[in-house]
């Protein structure tokens, strides 16, 4: 018994139970619209874009998160999603100066990471698909190296893609290719284990004064321990990086809710689901958001 007992611990503490929103940049693709409030404060539909990748990382059953912020913008989300425990969740934040790649987000979570596995989601991505919770089931449950979800698009040419052997091992990477390289646009969902704080302090800026997610990927990759999951055909990913991307996404949101009946991320509705809160959470929930027809489906996820 004690050796079972120590094995399911063991399994345990390999699972990622961590994650980090990375919620700064400037925006600046969506100004004027951005100077005054972030970006993933903004509706997508009937919610804010930010419900949207915490609702992602709830799915995975991940409870500890870590949402990094633009400087002096900290209030604005404190006021949306204060601490989690509404959600049965833990939600603490870091301020951001200024945008240095996505890698950075690892050296500012350093002491929130501690030497555990973790998840990273950009704040603007936009992920939908029935088969979704088993691929972010198969991604939690990694043990070392890292993990990217790949989608298949049409003008590849536009995003880091990845060129792939026996289904999901990555042979190689390139960043918005000019000549056909693959159509697997890399995400913005990746899982790395407790190696990435060190390869993170390992990368030198690029020519545009950054750290590149695409050489953290590298460093893993060259030591053949990087792997891909796949949004399947059913499936939908949306960057909501462009004005045109974001109302697009909008559109989809409004169009799958009205026809189903059913909300994409709401919040309390997945915590409710894992039972992290009870039927008393919702209720003051509806009274946190007043009348307004977000909380009108709540009183239905309850009846």
Same mark, same amino acid.
């Given at each position: ?22 919620? #700064? ?5 969506? =100004? ?22 915490? =609702? ?14 633009? /400087? ?11 601490? #989690? ?27 929130? @990471?501690? $030497? ?6 950009? #704040? ?18 990694? $043990?070392?190296?890292?993990?990217? @979800? ?21 042979? =190689? ?53 990087? =792997?891909?999951?796949? @949004? #399947? ?9 462009? &004005? ?18 059913? /909300? ?37 996820? &309850?009846?």
């Amino acid at each position: 018994f004690k050796k079972k007992g120590y094995h399911k611990q063991t399994w345990i503490n390999k699972m990622i139970n961590k994650a980090i929103i990375l919620a #700064g940049g400037m925006g600046t693709r969506m =100004s004027p619209l951005t100077k005054a409030v972030n970006k993933q404060l903004l509706p997508i539909y009937d919610k804010p874009l930010i419900f949207y990748p915490l =609702s992602i990382l709830m799915l995975a059953k991940i409870k500890d998160i870590l949402i990094i912020v633009n /400087k002096g913008q900290l209030n604005q989300y404190k006021k949306l999603l204060p601490d #989690g425990k509404n959600l049965g969740i833990n939600i603490n934040y870091k301020e951001q100066n200024y945008p240095k790649g996505l890698p950075d987000a690892f050296l500012l979570g350093e002491r929130f @990471i501690n $030497k555990n596995n973790v998840a990273l989601i950009l #704040g603007d991505n936009f992920f939908y698909g029935q088969s979704l919770s088993a691929t972010l089931k198969n991604c939690i449950n990694i $043990k070392n190296g890292a993990k990217v @979800i790949l989608h298949k698009v049409s003008k590849p040419e536009l995003f880091g893609v990845a060129k792939i052997k026996n289904k999901n091992k990555i042979l =190689s990477i390139k960043e918005k290719p000019k000549k056909f390289f693959s159509d697997l646009a890399i995400t913005g969902l990746y899982f790395f284990d407790k190696n990435v704080v060190k390869y993170s302090k390992e990368l030198k800026p690029s020519k545009r004064g950054e750290l590149e997610i695409t050489d953290l990927l590298n460093k893993y990759r060259k030591k053949n321990k990087l =792997s891909a999951e796949f @949004i #399947g055909r059913g499936g939908a990913w949306l960057d909501t990086g462009s &004005i045109e991307d974001f109302y697009n996404t909008s559109a989809f949101v409004s169009n799958i809710e009205k026809r189903q009946g059913l /909300k994409i991320a709401c919040l309390e509705e997945i915590a409710f689901n894992n039972k992290w809160i009870g039927k008393k959470d919702i209720l003051n929930s509806i009274k946190f958001y007043g009348n307004c027809e977000y909380s009108n489906y709540l009183k239905k996820v &309850i009846l």
